[in-house]
């Protein structure tokens, strides 16, 4: 017959029962369909300051009540900014232990209870008791304030209701020292350094999670905009508490959430405010049920597994580790460049010593042609072999031969004749960077080879890398580097946002008849940025990259024309006329506005076309025809119902939709419009 609980704490007091015996194994808490909690957030006070993210708190540990331990909505009580009334209502009062509500729902044997408390927590100096306070509490009159140690009498009565095979989890996340959390700012009228609130008593019954003790204040997490102990609790009770090497799956001990806890509470405090931490947790013998990370903590946790995942695969240095991080890191793959950096190293390592062979062999032989066709990515005598073949011509390089078929630009006036280009949206910016980081440091007098490699890092967006790429193809006088390192400075990427700059470099390949950068100029001018805004000097700028050739331009005058400005009188009919001319050179948002245009009553204006026909050549622009046609649900004037209905028959068709026939952008037709696009794009 199993002993009870109160037997078996007695007889451990007294030394008359090894803990080896007493310990009975951790009940999972997961039975909780009648199970009751109480969530208080206090973030707004009448009389002091707030508690920034009190709110936030409360809402977290809500969803992992009701997300992850089972909890019914109806049964967890939220309270935010509770008053003192409201505390007494809940909890009842000194006088009346039993008249709260708590007691009052929690079932006999069927309710575990959960309690958890985020806001201000005060001492009473005179007494050293422990308050917390409400909404309506003054800092400074402890009779204002709820005593902790009311609460624990209380919530003692409530624990022996539920009975002994049930549990009672009181957490508050706030410290009782006087502070605010913020340096420097106290709650008192009165300094109080190094404080140190009394403990209030309580029986052995409930478990207690305290954030902080002694004479600490408690810490925020400013990155998740959660308490600091409040978003511990939620990212080890989603799992990151196991320790290294222990099985993913099964319940999560207390004990092991215990040590996580302390630990990481105290290291973060100590990182982030250079103060100390050091929560209290109780002993317990409960296992905690482990799902998902509620949203408040999801990506934390999932880069905390990512940084996990990738110090043990940088431990352990093997190939097979690193491709296995690489393979399984998901969405969250902070470390896919390191990885891939290291994978290459070691391939590099292993080519270059068959490189060094190949040399042996064949270059002590006069064999250079040989050598020169069994080169591998590492090439380290590709010179020498061509000196001594007598080849000067670097367009036979095949390491510039790769770096313009990967990251040669279609717009750029210095691609290599005879090299169609990539788009930047299909560039693969590992293959590319490999290739003309080799390419631009054999040849480093073609310009154009440092301005495509700035194109791959640009696309794997390591924009520090991008900007010393471009900025050394526009030292060497490429309009197109300018263009983009331009792009960098306005967007911030790389460096620190520098209007001024971007727009002089954009001038600067303007100058060279740059038509892209004509279009920024336009675009800077419009908006101003970077100079003072100039409607007049913008259109100018807009039609001399629209003469140049550049859609967006194009499209950005049918305004002036259709409304009327400075130099260009109201003319409706050439300014849709543009569209077309820009639909014309390639422009996929010029077609889909014609589309919509001929679909909201202008058919008139673009006779002999349809919107459907308009739409299926913006498809055929690739990705961009298709985001265009996408954005098209959230403008103004939109397509009919009947042109969406044929697009999606066309796209069904061709086995790339099946979904519904509903006229509207469904999510399931907006991700088909891509694959759709794509294929289209190839066969063009």
């Not at 973030?43 to 997300?67: M, W």
């Not at 959960?114 to 308050?131: E, I, K, M, N």
Request: glycine share 10%.
């Amino acid at each position: 017959m199993a002993l009870p609980a109160f037997l078996i704490a007695a007889l451990l007091w007294l030394g008359l029962l090894s803990p080896s015996i007493a310990q009975a194994p951790p009940a999972t808490l997961s039975d909780n369909a009648e199970s009751i909690a109480v969530v208080i957030g206090n973030k707004i006070y009448k009389q002091t300051s707030t508690v920034d993210f009190a709110h936030n708190d409360a809402e977290a540990i809500k969803a992992y009540l009701t997300g992850t331990l089972g909890f019914r909505e109806q049964n967890v009580f939220l309270l935010k900014d509770a008053t003192l009334g409201e505390l007494t209502q809940m909890f009842g009062s000194e006088a009346n232990p039993q008249g709260g509500k708590l007691w009052r729902s929690a079932v006999e044997g069927r309710s575990n209870v959960f309690v958890y408390y985020s806001g201000h927590g005060v001492p009473d100096l005179a007494t050293r008791q422990p308050f917390l306070l409400p909404q309506d509490g003054n800092p400074n009159a402890s009779e204002s304030g709820y005593a902790l140690q009311t609460l624990y009498r209380n919530l003692e009565l409530v624990r022996q209701k539920i009975g002994a095979q049930r549990q009672l989890i009181v957490m508050i996340d706030a410290c009782f020292t006087g502070e605010t959390g913020r340096k420097g700012e106290s709650l008192l009228a009165v300094s109080a350094p190094g404080f140190t609130p009394a403990k209030p008593r309580t029986g052995g019954g409930i478990v207690k999670l305290v954030a902080t003790s002694g004479t600490t204040p408690a810490n925020w997490d400013e990155t998740q905009k959660l308490g600091l102990f409040t978003s511990r609790f939620l990212m080890g009770a989603a799992g990151l508490a196991r320790p290294a090497g222990a099985p993913e799956t099964g319940p999560l001990a207390w004990s092991d959430l215990q040590r996580y806890l302390k630990d990481s509470v105290e290291a973060a405090a100590r990182r982030d405010s250079g103060r100390e931490q050091a929560p209290e947790i109780d002993l317990a013998s409960i296992a905690l049920p482990v799902a998902q990370p509620v949203p408040a903590v999801a990506r934390a946790v999932a880069l905390a597994r990512d940084e996990a995942s990738w110090q043990r695969a940088k431990a352990a240095g093997e190939r097979s580790a690193l491709e296995g991080y690489v393979a399984r890191c998901g969405e969250t793959c902070q470390y896919r460049e390191a990885a891939m950096a290291l994978l290459l190293e070691k391939s590099r390592s292993g080519e270059a010593a068959t490189d060094e062979q190949n040399w042996v062999r064949l270059g002590g032989s006069g064999r250079y042609e040989d050598y020169l066709k069994g080169c591998g990515t590492v090439c380290a005598y590709r010179s020498l072999a061509e000196g001594y073949l007598g080849r000067t011509d670097a367009s036979r390089d095949p390491r510039v031969q790769d770096c313009d078929e990967l990251a040669g630009d279609p717009a750029d006036p210095d691609r290599r004749e005879g090299v169609k280009g990539v788009k930047f949206a299909r560039i693969d910016a590992r293959a590319a960077i490999a290739a003309c980081k080799q390419a631009a440091e054999s040849q480093p007098q073609i310009r154009r080879l440092s301005y495509q490699l700035g194109r791959a890092y640009d696309k794997a967006e390591r924009y520090k890398d991008a900007l010393a790429a471009y900025d050394k193809a526009a030292d060497a006088g490429s309009a197109a580097a300018m263009n983009n390192l331009g792009a960098l400075y306005e967007n911030g990427q790389g460096s620190k946002v520098d209007l001024q700059k971007a727009f002089g470099l954009y001038e600067q390949a303007a100058g060279t008849g740059n038509a892209i950068a004509m279009s920024n100029v336009g675009r800077m001018l419009q908006y101003g940025r970077g100079r003072a805004r100039d409607e007049a000097a913008s259109l100018r700028w807009y039609q001399k990259a629209a003469e140049a050739g550049d859609a967006f331009s194009i499209a950005k005058l049918v305004p002036a024309y259709l409304e009327g400005r400075p130099g260009f009188p109201r003319n409706p009919q050439k300014g849709f006329d543009l569209f077309r001319q820009a639909a014309d050179k390639g422009d996929p948002i010029a077609m889909v506005s014609m589309a919509t245009l001929i679909d909201n009553g202008f058919g008139s204006y673009f006779p002999g076309t349809s919107s459907l026909q308009m739409l299926m050549k913006a498809l055929a622009k690739g990705e961009a025809g298709a985001a265009a046609i996408s954005s098209s649900d959230v403008s103004e004037q939109k397509l009919k119902p009947d042109t969406i209905r044929a697009l999606q028959r066309a796209a069904q068709k061709a086995d790339h939709y099946s979904g519904a026939i509903d006229g509207r952008f469904n999510p399931v037709f907006v991700r088909a419009l891509d694959g759709y696009a794509r294929s289209l794009e190839q066969e063009h």
